[in-house]
C-alpha cells in the first residue's frame, strides 16, 4: 500500500525554537506538499515541491522554509516557532501535475506553539 | 479570487438517512476531487471527476459534477455511523497552472 509518512503525530514545542517536521513517501512521486489545517479555513499550501532541491512559495509561506535533498522526503521548517503556527500540518504527494490523480497525505503532526 | 464554497459547513442526521453536500464555484474547473478526512488523520481520496456532467458512484456515495464544471455534489443514501467525517472538495481550476483549490469542508456526523 503506498504511503506517505510523517514522522511525529502530535509536537510541542516552545516559542522561537527551531522546528523540524518530516515527511517521506515511497511512491516515487515528483510532487510533494506541505499544507496546514485549521479549523473554518480548510487547507492552506505553505510550500510545494516539483522536483529534487525545487521549491515553490504557496499562499502562507512566511515562517516556513523547506526541504528536498531526496526526492521521498520532504521537510517542513519553522525557523523560530510561534503560537500562530499552531496547528495541523499535512504533507502531501501526487504523481502528476495536473493534480487528476488526486493527492495522497499523511496522517498529519499537530504541532502546539506554547 | 477563485474559491469553492462547500455547504452545508456542518451536518448531523440520523443513521439511515440521505444526505447532499454542495461544491460551489463561480470558476469553470478542468477537474475536481472529493476527500473524506476523519479525526486526527489525512484526508483520503475517494474520487476525482474532470468531465461536464459525470457522475461516479462508490456503493452509496453518488458524485456529480456539474454541466459546466463548475460546480459539485456528493450524494450519500442511507448514511451510516462510518461515513462520518469531513468532506473536502478541491479542485484545479481552469487554465491554471498546478494549485488545487481547496473547500472549507463540511463536517457530517450520523448519529447511530
Known amino acids: 500500500d503506498v504511503k506517505v509518512t510523517q514522522s511525529s503525530r502530535y509536537l510541542v514545542k516552545r516559542t522561537g525554537e527551531k522546528v523540524f517536521l518530516e515527511c517521506v513517501q515511497d511512491?516515487?512521486?515528483?510532487?510533494m506538499f506541505w499544507y496546514r489545517q485549521d479549523p473554518g479555513l480548510g487547507l492552506r499550501l505553505i510550500y510545494f515541491?516539483?522536483?529534487?532541491?525545487?521549491?515553490e512559495k504557496g499562499d502562507i509561506p512566511e515562517g516556513y522554509s523547506v526541504s528536498r535533498e531526496k526526492k521521498e522526503r520532504f521537510s517542513l521548517i519553522l525557523e523560530s516557532a510561534s503560537t500562530n503556527q499552531t496547528s495541523m500540518y499535512l504533507c502531501?504527494?501526487?504523481?502528476?501535475?495536473?493534480?487528476?490523480?488526486?493527492?495522497?497525505f499523511g496522517s498529519g503532526t499537530r504541532l502546539t506553539v506554547v | 479570487t477563485q474559491l469553492l464554497e462547500q455547504s452545508p459547513q456542518f451536518l448531523s442526521i440520523q443513521e439511515g438517512e440521505n444526505l447532499t453536500v454542495y461544491c460551489n464555484s463561480s470558476?469553470?474547473?478542468?477537474?475536481l476531487q472529493w476527500y473524506r478526512q476523519e479525526p486526527g488523520e489525512g484526508p483520503v481520496l475517494l474520487v476525482t471527476?474532470?468531465?461536464g456532467g459525470e457522475v461516479k458512484k462508490l456503493k452509496r456515495l453518488t458524485f456529480q459534477f456539474g454541466d459546466a464544471r463548475k460546480d459539485s455534489s456528493l450524494h450519500i443514501t442511507a448514511a451510516q455511523p462510518g461515513d462520518t467525517g469531513l468532506y473536502l472538495c478541491?479542485?484545479?481550476?481552469?487554465?491554471?497552472?498546478?494549485?488545487?483549490?481547496w473547500g472549507a469542508g463540511t463536517k457530517l456526523i450520523i448519529k447511530p
Open positions: 515541491s516539483y522536483d529534487v532541491k525545487m521549491k
Open positions: 502531501a504527494s501526487s504523481e502528476n501535475l495536473d493534480r487528476v490523480e488526486g493527492y495522497t
Open positions: 471527476v474532470v468531465t
Open positions: 470558476s469553470v474547473f478542468s477537474s
Open positions: 511512491m516515487d512521486h515528483e510532487n
Open positions: 478541491a479542485g484545479v481550476a481552469q487554465g491554471s497552472n498546478y494549485q488545487l483549490i
